[in-house]
């Protein structure tokens, strides 16, 4: 009878956490708030070396928190900026990997799934690149050696 009453409870607290809305996501306290909105407007003023410092500054003292998810996304797109001398697609990467891992109710979670995506494939094709240039250039090698060996 126990063990019934156990599992409807278990049933029960399931089925109302589906039915409730999800929690609103906390406000970045003050300093968070500030900090990020330095950041980006440093990442908008082409200062990216700086806002990447202001970012990380965030992700340190705010750890656990929204202003680390929003440190992260601003992040990850300062890495996939194409002007910026940060753009690196595998480290932006693994930031929208990070604020997917730690932060998944985030409300930047379906673009950093987006992104994810996107850069999987732009990995993905980068290293059958490399990969395709390496086998022609052993293939030039072995032609002039032919041509050497006629």
């Known amino acids: 009878m126990r063990r019934a009453l156990v599992l409807a409870a278990a049933v029960l607290i399931a089925g109302c956490a589906r039915i409730l809305p999800p929690r609103p996501q906390e406000a970045a306290p003050p300093d968070a708030a500030a900090l990020l909105a330095r950041a980006d407007e440093l990442a908008r003023n082409r200062s990216p070396q700086e806002a990447r410092t202001v970012y990380r500054r965030v992700l340190r003292t705010y ?65 059958d690149a490399k990969r395709l240039r390496a086998d022609l250039q052993r293939l030039k090698e072995l032609d002039m050696e032919q041509e050497q060996d006629e």
Do not use: C, I, M
């Open 63 to 127: 750890r656990g928190t929204p202003a680390a998810a929003e440190a992260l996304h601003g992040l990850g797109r300062l890495y996939v900026d194409p002007d910026s001398p940060l753009h690196d697609w595998g480290t932006a990467n693994v930031a929208f990997g990070l604020l997917l891992a730690k932060y998944p109710d985030s409300r930047h979670a379906a673009e950093a799934r987006a992104w994810r995506a996107a850069l999987a494939e732009l990995l993905r094709n980068q290293a």
